[in-house]
């Protein structure tokens, strides 16, 4: 019996210092396992004469209950220990204030884009939009730029590795441009199906373009807007016309110094070279190079499948890059491309 008592206390104590359920599965071990305490006294029961085993039979199960309640209480103690340090590790704090998400902003380019568009529209224009990685035949050939000639040098690019298009040669485009073309045999096609008058062209598209240059006025990635407008009697002067009044409701400025200089561009014929002085910034002064224009060569109109005897009209290609900068004054173009959001916040 003292045996019994004593085995009752120690196994209780053993179960308390265990402070873990893989420590206090082997306390358990060591009382009711197969080689336990408890067991060994089992097994001498065998020894004992009938009266004494009854007796001391019942006294072993009432330890085996008692270790089993001690067992059983310290189990669930753990668990309630172990369940209490998780809720306060997880614990929230309601009561923080929220992590307030920062306000977004347009890029200034993006700015740049949509003021063109909304001017652009509001006098008639469409928006079109099309391939960055185009055909040799769009973004040369057809603007009057054949094979071999010089002037294809003005604008180096990046080339597709032939094996991968076919055949068909392909490039990232080096202007938007090509997109006169591509609209215009659009449109030509859409009305002729219908066999239908023609009606005029007049259409913008901004987008992405590449040239291998870099430096402070260029990057390899740039963005351009090109404008076309091609009817039965549309000039030289409506283009000077559309162009100054577009560059004053971008610039919000009556008083700009705009310049059309004479250039050669194999698709115009006259071609010019539209300038723009800086107002303000760092570069205050300066002029800046924002487009070429002019009046669009006979042979691409016959590109655009029209008779170039009837149809006549105006194209430009300007940098939004050169826009952006001459309206914040900015003097880095690369700064467009940093990512940097100490420039960027300066616009939203
Ligand atoms: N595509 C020319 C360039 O990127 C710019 C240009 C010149 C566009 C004359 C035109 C144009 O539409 O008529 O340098």
């Given at each position: 019996?003292?045996?019994?008592?004593?085995?009752?206390?120690?196994?209780?104590?053993?179960?308390?210092?265990?402070?873990?359920?893989?420590?206090l599965?082997?306390?358990k071990?060591?009382?009711?396992?197969?080689?336990?305490?408890l067991?060994?006294?089992?097994?001498?029961?065998?020894?004992?004469?009938?009266?004494?085993?009854?007796?001391?039979?019942?006294?072993?199960?009432?330890?085996k209950?008692?270790?089993?309640?001690?067992?059983?209480?310290?189990?669930?103690?753990?668990?309630?220990?172990?369940?209490?340090?998780?809720?306060?590790?997880?614990?929230?704090?309601?009561?923080?204030?929220?992590?307030g998400?920062?306000?977004?902003?347009?890029?200034?380019?993006?700015?740049?884009?949509?003021?063109?568009?909304?001017?652009?529209?509001?006098?008639?224009?469409d928006?079109?939009?099309?391939?960055e990685?185009?055909?040799?035949?769009?973004?040369?050939?057809?603007?009057n730029?054949?094979?071999?000639?010089?002037?294809?040098?003005m604008?180096?690019?990046?080339?597709?590795d032939?094996?991968?298009?076919?055949?068909l040669?392909?490039?990232?485009?080096?202007?938007?441009?090509?997109?006169?073309?591509?609209?215009?045999?659009?449109?030509?096609?859409?009305?002729?199906?219908?066999?239908?008058?023609?009606?005029?062209?007049?259409?913008?598209?901004?987008?992405?373009?590449?040239?291998?240059?870099?430096?402070?006025?260029?990057?390899?990635?740039?963005?351009?807007?090109?404008?076309l407008w091609?009817?039965?009697?549309?000039?030289?002067a409506?283009?000077?016309?559309?162009?100054?009044?577009?560059?004053?409701?971008?610039?919000?400025?009556?008083?700009?110094?705009?310049?059309?200089?004479?250039?050669?561009?194999?698709?115009?014929?006259?071609?010019?070279?539209?300038?723009?002085?800086?107002?303000s910034?760092?570069?205050?002064?300066?002029?800046?190079?924002?487009s070429?224009?002019?009046?669009?060569?006979?042979?691409?109109?016959?590109?655009?499948?029209?008779?170039?005897?009837?149809?006549?009209?105006?194209?430009?290609?300007?940098?939004?890059?050169?826009?952006t900068?001459l309206?914040?004054?900015?003097?880095?173009?690369?700064?467009?491309?940093?990512?940097?959001?100490?420039?960027?916040?300066?616009?939203?």
């Amino acid at each position: 019996m003292q045996d019994l008592e004593n085995i009752v206390t120690r196994a209780a104590a053993e179960f308390a210092a265990a402070s873990d359920p893989a420590s206090l599965e082997n306390a358990k071990a060591k009382f009711l396992g197969k080689s336990g305490e408890l067991t060994a006294l089992l097994k001498q029961l065998g020894s004992l004469a009938p009266e004494e085993k009854k007796s001391f039979g019942q006294s072993i199960n009432t330890a085996k209950q008692q270790i089993e309640v001690a067992l059983d209480s310290r189990r669930k103690d753990l668990e309630q220990k172990k369940l209490e340090s998780r809720l306060s590790g997880e614990a929230l704090d309601v009561t923080l204030p929220g992590r307030g998400r920062s306000r977004g902003g347009l890029h200034p380019i993006s700015r740049t884009w949509q003021r063109i568009e909304e001017i652009f529209g509001s006098i008639g224009f469409d928006v079109a939009d099309g391939p960055e990685i185009e055909t040799d035949w769009y973004n040369f050939t057809a603007l009057n730029n054949p094979e071999n000639h010089p002037a294809r040098s003005m604008q180096d690019t990046f080339y597709v590795d032939m094996k991968d298009s076919g055949g068909l040669p392909l490039l990232l485009r080096t202007h938007t441009s090509p997109m006169q073309v591509r609209y215009a045999r659009m449109h030509v096609q859409q009305f002729r199906d219908k066999a239908a008058k023609c009606p005029p062209i007049k259409v913008i598209a901004p987008g992405r373009t590449y040239r291998v240059d870099s430096d402070a006025t260029h990057s390899p990635m740039f963005h351009q807007v090109e404008g076309l407008w091609i009817d039965e009697d549309i000039s030289f002067a409506d283009l000077k016309g559309i162009y100054v009044d577009f560059l004053r409701r971008f610039f919000e400025s009556d008083d700009l110094q705009v310049r059309f200089r004479p250039s050669y561009f194999p698709f115009t014929e006259p071609s010019a070279e539209i300038d723009l002085q800086f107002a303000s910034g760092p570069l205050k002064g300066r002029w800046l190079e924002l487009s070429g224009a002019g009046q669009v060569h006979p042979q691409v109109v016959r590109n655009f499948g029209l008779d170039p005897e009837r149809h006549i009209g105006f194209a430009f290609g300007s940098g939004l890059e050169r826009l952006t900068m001459l309206r914040y004054g900015i003097d880095d173009l690369r700064l467009f491309f940093d990512g940097d959001l100490r420039f960027l916040r300066q616009f939203s």
